[in-house]
């Protein structure tokens, strides 16, 4: 509140969604769909006055230099809340949502150098739709540092029970039949100060308990490599999730789609990469079809978010019309 200028309603510092405008990276008579219109003029006056006339600059250019800002600055907070944790992302996949995560996910894949984006459908209102698809569900966590070595199958069990019962009770308060129970540890090695979550096998307690230290070596390796170290295990958290039935849309979420490739073209608009516009083809993510390709750059529209594909990506539509990005 007032929020960017581009929404006219009295702001006049220049944000990110303003820069996204004038990039061309943003359509302004199609925002939320064609629900709200965007003020292009307002936008490019608040770049121009705050921003680009103290720092002599052009206004696409300092338009650009927004844009570019805020992906360094993404990318530099992960590679050092990954350093932290010691987690190598290079071969992770990176998942894109939210109004604007799309707009700036493959250039900070890039960055990072991951090799994959994952765009699902409705990205922009992924966790309104979450929310409505997830069961209701209650989790509880409580701190416990006990070596894994000081406990048997017994008392590794009765440190669950009461966290299963307290959970479960929340349910049953509501009116919410429990479907399922899952059991979840943060563990390490000893004298580490970070921990990885393992998630248990859907068998008792006691069952689980003697192969607990493959389970957390398994999940260490895959995030860490193999390693030869041989400190004893520490559990720090103890985690239980008790879960209703399943939920989901019933009515869907309606694609206007058909099944012709070409008739996702809405259009071209000039879109701004590194300080140079250019004419870039506009797709409607809703008429996208499985196994299509678009090579950047290019800009895919959906109601709520706008993926914007840079000239050195390629972007395919799977099955599940998730969209795949190599930057």
């Given at each position: 509140d007032p929020g960017p200028a581009a929404y006219g309603l009295g702001g006049t510092a220049a944000t990110l969604s303003d820069a996204n405008l004038v990039l061309g990276y943003l359509d302004p008579g199609y925002f939320l769909g064609g629900e709200m219109g965007l003020d292009r003029n307002a936008a490019e006056r608040a770049i121009a006055d705050t921003v680009a006339a103290p720092l002599?600059?052009?206004?696409?250019?300092?338009?650009?230099?927004?844009?570019?800002?805020?992906?360094?600055?993404?990318?530099?907070?992960?590679?050092?809340h990954a350093a932290e944790h010691g987690f190598d992302y290079r071969a992770s996949r990176m998942v894109a949502f939210g109004g604007s995560g799309p707009?700036?996910?493959?250039?900070?894949?890039?960055?990072?150098?991951?090799?994959?984006?994952?765009?699902?459908?409705?990205?922009?209102?992924?966790?309104?739709?979450?929310?409505?698809?997830?069961?209701?569900?209650?989790?509880?966590?409580?701190?416990?540092?006990?070596?894994?070595?000081?406990?048997?199958?017994a008392a590794f069990a009765s440190t669950f029970a009461p966290l299963e019962d307290e959970a479960t009770g929340f349910l049953a308060g509501a009116g919410v039949t429990?479907?399922?129970?899952?059991?979840?540890?943060?563990?390490?090695?000893?004298?580490?100060g970070h921990e990885i979550e393992i998630v248990l096998p859907d068998e008792t307690p006691a069952d689980v308990f003697a192969g607990l230290e493959?389970?957390?070596r398994k999940a260490y390796a895959e995030i860490h490599s193999e390693t030869t170290l041989d400190e004893p295990l520490e559990i720090v958290s103890w985690k239980v999730d008790a879960v209703g039935p399943s939920g989901g849309l019933d009515a869907g979420y309606s694609l206007d789609s058909g099944t012709d490739a070409g008739a996702a073209l809405k259009g071209t608009r000039l879109a701004g990469f590194g300080g140079a516009y250019v004419d870039?083809?506009?797709?409607?993510?809703?008429?996208?079809?499985?196994?299509?390709?678009?090579?950047?750059p290019a800009l895919i529209e959906e109601r709520e978010s706008t993926c914007v594909v840079g000239p050195e990506d390629v972007v395919r539509v799977d099955a599940a019309r998730n969209l795949i990005a190599a930057p």
């Open positions: 002599d600059l052009d206004t696409r250019r300092a338009a650009w230099g927004i844009h570019e800002i805020v992906n360094e600055d993404v990318a530099r907070a992960f590679r050092i707009l700036h996910a493959l250039a900070i894949a890039r960055k990072l150098r991951i090799p994959e984006v994952i765009i699902p459908m409705g990205a922009g209102v992924m966790s309104a739709l979450g929310l409505l698809a997830s069961p209701v569900s209650f989790e509880l966590s409580r701190s416990r540092c006990c070596l894994v070595d000081d406990l048997d199958a429990v479907a399922r129970i899952v059991r979840r540890l943060d563990m390490r090695f000893f004298g580490q493959t389970l957390f870039c083809p506009v797709y409607d993510r809703y008429a996208m079809v499985p196994a299509m390709e678009v090579r950047g």
